[in-house]
């Protein structure tokens, strides 16, 4: 299936340090999208990029996309205790209605 | 605006009982979308809905079922709980029929506890 896969498992940094996360998955693609969650809380959407694009930036955000390594990363800058939370790459092909997630980067950032 | 609302918000039962799950979308979302999360993985998609109808599904068993109303809310009924459908359910709405182009709006969940 066209399942993303985080690396690492889990990250704990301190505040005002760089927390970069990796996604890989297997066949090609429309887009990859980025979610964040909060314990036990519903998803927020990040950030959106698409195949035929190679970084994307949204605040403290940096995504960039590599379909030649069918592999994506994403790149919080300066980062607060307000970002700990799990982290989830969704890539997304036409032909399938839903997205799927992996298990997640947890991140835990140390005020 | 509201975003997605879900009730209720946590909800326990037993084996071998019946639940509902309840949806509202986003205001002008017509796709509505299920998703199981079960504790450290991530969500699993169940079903999608546009227009009333069922445009996907996921590897669920037969006891679990949806259905979408002429307002775009929609239910998720699980019969028959197991000890293993204890998961926070997901809702997520979106523009039009999910083509993965279009983002998807989460709500908080529902958190279910099967006993």
């Known amino acids: 299936s066209q399942q993303g896969e985080e690396d690492p498992q889990a990250l704990s940094i301190q505040e005002g340090e760089n927390a970069t996360m990796n996604c890989s998955y297997k066949?090609?693609?429309?887009?990859l999208q980025w979610y964040r969650q909060n314990s036990g809380r519903g998803l927020v959407h990040l950030i959106l990029i698409r195949s035929n694009e190679r970084e994307k930036h949204s605040g403290r955000l940096r995504v960039t996309l590599d379909t030649s390594k069918k592999s994506s990363s994403l790149l919080i800058t300066a980062s607060r205790a307000a970002d700990t939370a799990s982290y989830f790459c969704a890539p997304a092909d036409t032909g399938r209605r839903a997205l799927t997630f992996g298990s997640g980067t947890r991140l835990q950032v140390q005020p | 605006d509201a975003g997605v609302t879900q009730s209720p918000t946590h909800l326990i039962k037993t084996r071998g009982q019946h639940v509902t799950l309840r949806c509202s979308p986003i205001s002008g979302h017509k796709s509505v979308s299920w998703y199981q999360q079960v504790l450290g993985q991530g969500p699993q998609f169940i079903f999608q809905?546009?227009?009333?109808?069922?445009?996907g599904r996921g590897n669920f068993p037969d006891r679990f079922s949806a259905r979408q109303f002429p307002n775009y809310s929609s239910e998720l009924n699980v019969n028959a709980l197991l000890l293993g459908d204890s998961a926070l359910y997901l809702c997520?709405?979106?523009?039009?029929?999910?083509?993965?182009?279009?983002?998807?709006?989460f709500g908080p969940g529902t958190r279910l506890t099967v006993l």
């Open positions: 997520a709405s979106s523009l039009t029929q999910v083509k993965l182009t279009d983002t998807q709006y």
């Open positions: 066949t090609s693609i429309n887009n």
């Open positions: 809905y546009y227009e009333k109808e069922e445009r």
